[in-house]
């Protein structure tokens, strides 16, 4: 290549370096946000996440003046797509929703998880949450939880309960009851909620806790027996069931429950948009009278109060897994 050439070549590729470092700049300077969302679901579509999740993303969308792509990355308990959310570029276009199982219970019982939440997200807020209740099938001879209660230390370890697998916030929530009771409990794990609810039906098991979503049809026909509410509150569509804390068991208190969060480098600007964002959706009127129709309810805490409210969680349900023993590879 002669002087001549070598010079023009220099000059064109000086001159391309500019254009690509320009458009990088404007990319850059462009304002939050320039192209669609992603939210990634790390369960499957059609169930209670998938439901709150895209009603989240429609309402979001409208905020932030783009799409929102509700990406369904189901497996391992949440962690495919939880990985997945933390391994995404920091920008505030990958957005994780996240479930008291990927946020906290995969936290104390996993042994080994290719993330750390505490540490690898910023939880942008709290925006539902589903209590549990306890039911037993028609079939049970019992009609109260005293009477369950009973039932169990009489005959220690005949009863069961059924849950959506080992480690689900289902089976957490049935362990929560049992170790608060001192009662022995045979756990039976099944694949899904589904399956779960028809083992309490045709009496395979005794019992089961899960949210009203899942047992409110079978409650109205009189199918299963809810004995009490793992709530602070009694539920309205409810409001002849009792409370544990009425019942003199305040300490059992569990829910499904869903948030927000971001991989924790995502710049403060944006973490700030997006909770200012989150603030307006779950106070929005449509937003809390449709999850009102599903037997949810939203979430209005502040980041210290979310704080607060997670710190517990971690410590309730550390104890819980310790007490029953439940580790997972």
């Not at 540490?119 to 099938?137: N, Q, T």
């Not at 939880?145 to 309960?161: F, N």
């Not at 948030?259 to 997006?274: D, F, H, R, S």
């Amino acid at each position: 290549m002669n002087t001549f050439r070598l010079v023009k070549w220099l000059a064109a590729s000086i001159a391309s370096v500019g254009i690509v470092h320009a458009s990088a700049q404007a990319q850059t300077s462009a304002p939050y946000p320039s192209r669609q969302l992603q939210l990634i679901v790390p369960f499957p579509a059609g169930g209670p996440s998938d439901i709150v999740a895209r009603l989240y993303a429609q309402l979001l969308s409208k905020l932030a003046g783009q799409a929102v792509v509700v990406e369904n990355m189901a497996g391992a308990a949440g962690i495919i797509g939880t990985q997945n959310a933390v391994r995404a570029e920091p920008n505030g276009y990958t957005i994780l929703f996240s479930t008291a199982s990927t946020s906290v219970i995969n936290q104390v019982v996993q042994k080994k998880l290719p993330y750390n939440f505490q540490k690898d997200f910023s939880m942008i807020g709290l925006i539902a949450d589903a209590p549990h209740l306890l039911v037993v099938g028609p079939s049970v001879p019992v009609n109260n939880i005293a009477e369950l209660i009973a039932l169990a230390k009489k005959e220690p370890g005949k009863l069961s309960y059924s849950s959506a697998g080992t480690g689900s916030i289902v089976q957490m929530g049935a362990e929560l009851f049992r170790t608060k009771t001192g009662t022995e409990l045979l756990h039976v794990p099944y694949k899904g909620g589904a399956p779960a609810t028809m083992a309490v039906l045709s009496g395979e098991v005794t019992l089961n806790v899960n949210d009203l979503s899942t047992f409110q049809a079978l409650i109205a026909e009189g199918k299963l027996k809810a004995l009490a509410v793992a709530h602070p509150a009694r539920l309205k569509p409810l409001p002849e069931v009792p409370t544990f804390t009425e019942l003199g068991m305040p300490e059992i208190v569990s829910s499904s429950w869903w948030g927000i969060a971001v991989p924790v480098k995502t710049p403060a600007a944006i973490q700030t948009t997006l909770r200012e964002w989150n603030q307006k959706i779950v106070t929005n009127p449509q937003y809390i009278a449709r999850l009102a129709e599903i037997a949810f309810e939203p979430i209005n805490m502040t980041p210290e109060q979310t704080e607060v409210f997670i710190a517990a969680e971690i410590q309730k349900w550390q104890f819980v897994a310790q007490a029953a023993n439940i580790e997972l590879d």
